[in-house]
């Protein structure tokens, strides 16, 4: 089991910055994951936006955020981060903390593990 707990959400104007967090706790303290980033607006899929595997050598982007976002990871603190730069009013959506035992895992809708969400919204 991991428990997701997403922060750091909120109004934004357009090409500002915004840095969301993702806290987990496993109850395994041994066992590794990677982890990512959905967003969803009303009445849409969620979509994926990106990915990290457990030691944060590898990550993956949306064609959509590649170059604006930027993925982190600190595990020595179980907290992953998404900077987000270059804000677009199309990245406006409720943004969702997911986990799972590989980066193939995380980057699916699919991904066992989710986090309540935390809503970004962008004016133009």
């Known amino acids: 089991q991991v428990r997701l707990a997403e922060s750091g959400g909120g109004p934004v104007q357009a090409g500002g910055s915004l840095k969301l967090s993702c806290t987990a706790v496993s109850r395994n303290p041994m066992s590794t994951y990677a982890m990512g980033w959905f967003r969803q607006t009303p009445g849409k899929e969620r979509d994926f936006v990106a990915a990290i595997t457990w030691s944060g050598a590898t990550t993956y982007y949306a064609d959509s955020v590649k170059g604006r976002f930027n993925i982190s990871r600190d595990n020595a603190k179980n907290i992953m981060h998404l900077q987000m730069n270059s804000l677009k009013p199309e990245d406006t959506a409720d943004y969702y903390c997911?986990?799972?035992?590989?980066?193939?895992?995380?980057?699916?809708?699919?991904?066992?593990?989710w986090g309540q969400g935390t809503q970004v919204t962008v004016s133009s």
């Open positions: 997911v986990a799972d035992e590989a980066l193939a895992l995380v980057v699916s809708p699919e991904a066992t593990y």
